[in-house]
């Protein structure tokens, strides 16, 4: 570990691969209402636009010798042109999590700047539908144009595994459009209401069954010399092969922080409204740190998993009981990707597959790793 001075007197600290996520949030508006998250941020939870000046939010990262800014909202594609104006003034890596909608009005120069682009989209056609609204299309045709202006970046298609989800169909139906670099995908679960699931213990069940086929289509690919680019596969077997995730593996509160319209440091982008995720603000600094609790440093898989998710942690929204039952799933998909190590091991070493390859991801980009 390295530690990383802020010029307004905080310290974080950094695993040496990787530099500091500032996850941006352009605005809290959004053009679609997804079934999950209901669409545009409510007003108390954040000011629709930023309020705090460009020259601010470049005084706080000036000292990050490789930032990495990420745009969120909200939908961030509806202040593009904030976004440009932040892309012209400061040096950084940068990553877009859109909704896809509005990914034809940008200009190509600042497409092509993105090192990552997340696209919300769930699977097939009917389930994507059903759950974001009628966007599959618009989606498809503004992914596949990117793809022709000789993007070279990233294009990850972002699900999320709700109770209409087939993991392995759905997965398998991003990957085969040919169109995505990747695909990852978070559970539904604990951030919603547990209504949400007519009978999670079962879905459970059914996705582990497809996390067991989707591991042998990835180790079926890796066979012929390809990186499936299966983002909780790479993940995790990245942690076999090089070492601990990061703890929660897609840094929150670490090496990544979310910052506000109004101009507050959260650890976790997705619930402004918890005093335990405030750590500061961009005007004085970070005050204060906040990371995972038990049970997970006690677990035996948590070099792997790192505890998954700092919010879900924290928030035992569904109990103790429906904590365990997401355990289940990490446990399970971590399982069946050790069944698979000692074989992609031999890969490597005849020469299929180079181990460089499976370092993922490759800086922090947003993507969560552990579902
Ligand atoms: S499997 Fe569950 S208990 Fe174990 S580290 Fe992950 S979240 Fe924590
Ligand atoms: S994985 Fe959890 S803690 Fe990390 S960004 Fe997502 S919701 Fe927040």
Same mark, same amino acid.
């Given at each position: 570990?390295?530690k990383?001075?802020?010029k307004?007197?905080?310290?974080? !600290?950094i695993?040496?691969?990787?530099s500091?996520l500032?996850i941006?949030?352009l605005t809290?508006?959004?053009n679609?209402?997804?079934r999950? @998250?209901g669409g $545009?941020?409510d007003e108390s939870?954040?000011p629709?636009e930023?309020e705090?000046?460009h020259?601010?939010?470049?005084?706080?990262?000036?000292d990050d010798?490789?930032p990495?800014?990420?745009?969120?909202?909200?939908?961030?594609?509806?202040r593009?042109?904030r976004?440009? &104006?932040i892309?012209?003034?400061?040096q950084a890596?940068?990553?877009?999590?859109?909704?896809g909608?509005y990914l034809d009005?940008?200009?190509?120069?600042y497409?092509?700047r993105f090192?990552s682009i997340?696209?919300s989209?769930?699977?097939?056609k009917?389930?994507?539908?059903y759950y974001?609204?009628r966007?599959?299309d618009?989606?498809?045709?503004?992914?596949?144009?990117v793809?022709?202006?000789?993007?070279?970046?990233e294009?990850i298609a972002?699900?999320v595994?709700?109770?209409?989800?087939n993991i392995?169909s759905?997965?398998m139906?991003?990957m085969?459009?040919?169109?995505f670099?990747?695909?990852?995908?978070?559970?539904?679960?604990?951030?919603?209401?547990?209504e949400?699931f007519k009978d999670?213990?079962r879905w459970?069940?059914?996705? !582990? &069954?497809g996390? +067991?086929l989707l $591991?042998?289509?990835?180790?079926?690919?890796?066979k012929?010399?390809k990186?499936?680019?299966?983002?909780?596969?790479?993940?995790?077997?990245?942690a076999f092969l090089?070492?601990?995730n990061p $703890?929660p593996p897609?840094g929150?509160g670490?090496e990544a922080v979310a910052?506000?319209?109004d101009?507050?440091?959260?650890?976790?982008p997705?619930c402004p409204?918890? &005093?335990?995720?405030?750590m500061g603000?961009?005007?004085?600094?970070?005050?204060r740190r906040?990371?995972?609790?038990?049970? @997970?440093m006690e677990?035996?898989?948590?070099?792997?998993?790192g505890?998954?998710?700092?919010f879900?942690n924290?928030?035992r929204?569904?109990?103790?009981?429906?904590?365990r039952?997401v355990?289940r +799933?990490?446990?399970?998909l971590?399982?069946?990707? $050790?069944?698979?190590?000692? &074989?992609?091991k031999?890969?490597?070493?005849?020469?299929?597959?180079?181990?460089?390859?499976?370092i993922?991801?490759?800086f922090?980009?947003? +993507?969560?790793?552990?579902?």
């Amino acid at each position: 570990m390295v530690k990383y001075q802020h010029k307004i007197g905080l310290h974080l !600290n950094i695993t040496p691969q990787f530099s500091v996520l500032y996850i941006i949030f352009l605005t809290g508006k959004c053009n679609l209402k997804c079934r999950y @998250c209901g669409g $545009s941020l409510d007003e108390s939870l954040m000011p629709s636009e930023i309020e705090y000046p460009h020259s601010q939010l470049r005084k706080f990262i000036e000292d990050d010798r490789d930032p990495v800014i990420a745009f969120y909202g909200g939908e961030p594609l509806l202040r593009k042109k904030r976004m440009e &104006e932040i892309m012209d003034k400061i040096q950084a890596r940068y990553v877009l999590q859109t909704n896809g909608i509005y990914l034809d009005r940008v200009k190509r120069d600042y497409l092509r700047r993105f090192s990552s682009i997340l696209v919300s989209i769930d699977g097939r056609k009917d389930l994507t539908e059903y759950y974001r609204g009628r966007v599959y299309d618009r989606v498809i045709r503004n992914v596949t144009m990117v793809n022709k202006m000789d993007y070279d970046g990233e294009l990850i298609a972002r699900m999320v595994a709700g109770e209409r989800t087939n993991i392995f169909s759905d997965v398998m139906h991003l990957m085969n459009l040919g169109i995505f670099t990747h695909v990852h995908w978070q559970i539904d679960a604990i951030w919603s209401g547990v209504e949400r699931f007519k009978d999670f213990s079962r879905w459970v069940k059914d996705y !582990n &069954e497809g996390i +067991t086929l989707l $591991s042998k289509k990835f180790f079926e690919m890796l066979k012929t010399g390809k990186i499936p680019g299966i983002v909780p596969f790479l993940g995790v077997l990245k942690a076999f092969l090089y070492g601990p995730n990061p $703890s929660p593996p897609c840094g929150a509160g670490k090496e990544a922080v979310a910052i506000t319209t109004d101009g507050r440091i959260l650890a976790c982008p997705i619930c402004p409204e918890f &005093e335990w995720n405030l750590m500061g603000d961009i005007h004085s600094g970070i005050i204060r740190r906040t990371s995972i609790l038990d049970p @997970c440093m006690e677990c035996k898989i948590f070099d792997v998993c790192g505890g998954r998710c700092l919010f879900t942690n924290r928030e035992r929204l569904w109990g103790e009981t429906g904590f365990r039952m997401v355990c289940r +799933t990490v446990e399970h998909l971590v399982n069946e990707i $050790s069944k698979i190590l000692p &074989e992609v091991k031999r890969l490597v070493k005849d020469g299929v597959i180079s181990k460089k390859s499976l370092i993922y991801p490759g800086f922090y980009n947003t +993507t969560e790793i552990i579902p």
